[in-house]
């Protein structure tokens, strides 16, 4: 696997390899699109019989919340590229804990923002056919990683999927 870590992996190898294993679906992020050559991974997927489970990307709506609508506008549509109904979308990896902005909001205001943020994520997808899933995260300074305050943001976000990342729950619920 060093040359999918080193970016040298061909989509053919990657397919031909999930199919050896019985992966039946890919979970890939949005970059891994890109040097995996999306248009080529799509071929490769339909000739091992290997569909899409999702794209991931990382949208930093609490640290730059002015680049969101377009993070979430470039995610829907490599989602529509690829042909994949999920988008999956990680609210915390690349949220920087050292960011200004994010150590002055407050638990709660997190929580609202992405409460805004969530509502219009899944009314867009909605519209082009796809579906938005969460996935809990890992850091304990963001309102992402405790089972009450994920239910919390599903249950004012209706039709947003929680997709359970059982390593990162332990941070959060131990």
């Not at 205001?109 to 509502?119: C, K």
């Not at 929680?162 to 959060?172: A, P, R, S």
Request: aromatic share 6%.
């Amino acid at each position: 696997m060093s040359e999918y870590l080193t970016r040298q992996m061909k989509p053919e190898t990657l397919c031909r390899i999930c199919k050896e294993n019985g992966i039946e679906k890919l979970d890939l992020l949005d970059y891994e699109l890109k040097f995996l050559h999306a248009d080529k991974l799509k071929s490769a997927m339909k000739e091992q019989g290997i569909s899409w489970g999702s794209v991931i990307v990382n949208i930093d709506f609490l640290c730059q919340p002015e680049q969101a609508d377009e993070m979430l506008k470039r995610a829907l549509e490599q989602c529509k590229k690829v042909e994949t109904g999920t988008l999956m979308i990680v609210p915390g990896q690349s949220m920087g804990t050292n960011s200004k902005r994010l150590k002055s909001l407050s638990r709660s205001d997190m929580m609202e923002e992405a409460v805004t943020f969530f509502r219009k994520a899944v009314a867009e997808a909605k519209s082009v056919g796809i579906t938005v899933g969460l996935e809990d995260t890992p850091q304990a300074d963001k309102p992402f990683c405790t089972a009450a305050e994920m239910k919390t943001l599903m249950e004012r976000v209706p039709g947003l999927r929680l997709i359970l990342d059982t390593g990162n729950i332990f941070v959060g619920d131990p």
